[in-house]
């Protein structure tokens, strides 16, 4: 059974950081575009970065400049790098493994930020 387990989310005050990781397992991680999306309360699931196999990024305009994604196919991980935390990034993260018809979401983990 195919598994993402996220994380590193937490609590951190306006400015500060967090490095968020995501684990695959019985997925072939090189061939996959993984991502991580963002749900807050009360709001729908969105794109936050992706990454594809050969390592080209796409980012969401509200996070530019500040996050960063990265993978390791060696350690089958996907990370994300947040800088200059926001209050308006409070939400729950998702990791997100997609390849030709193959999707598959792992279970979120939450980021607060106070101000």
């Known amino acids: 059974q195919v598994q993402l387990v996220g994380s590193g989310g937490g609590l951190v005050q306006a400015g500060g950081s967090l490095r968020l990781s995501c684990a695959a397992s019985k997925i072939i991680f090189s061939i996959y575009t993984m991502g991580w999306y963002r749900q807050a309360p009360g709001k729908q699931r969105e794109l936050v970065a992706t990454i594809t196999s050969g390592g080209s990024t796409n980012y969401a305009d509200s996070v530019k400049g500040r996050f960063t994604i990265s993978r390791d196919n060696a350690k089958n991980t996907v990370y994300l790098q947040m800088n200059r935390l926001k209050r308006e990034d409070t939400a729950v993260y998702y990791c997100?493994?997609?390849?030709?018809?193959?999707?598959?979401w792992g279970k979120g983990t939450q980021v607060t930020v106070s101000s």
């Open positions: 997100n493994a997609r390849q030709r018809g193959y999707e598959y």
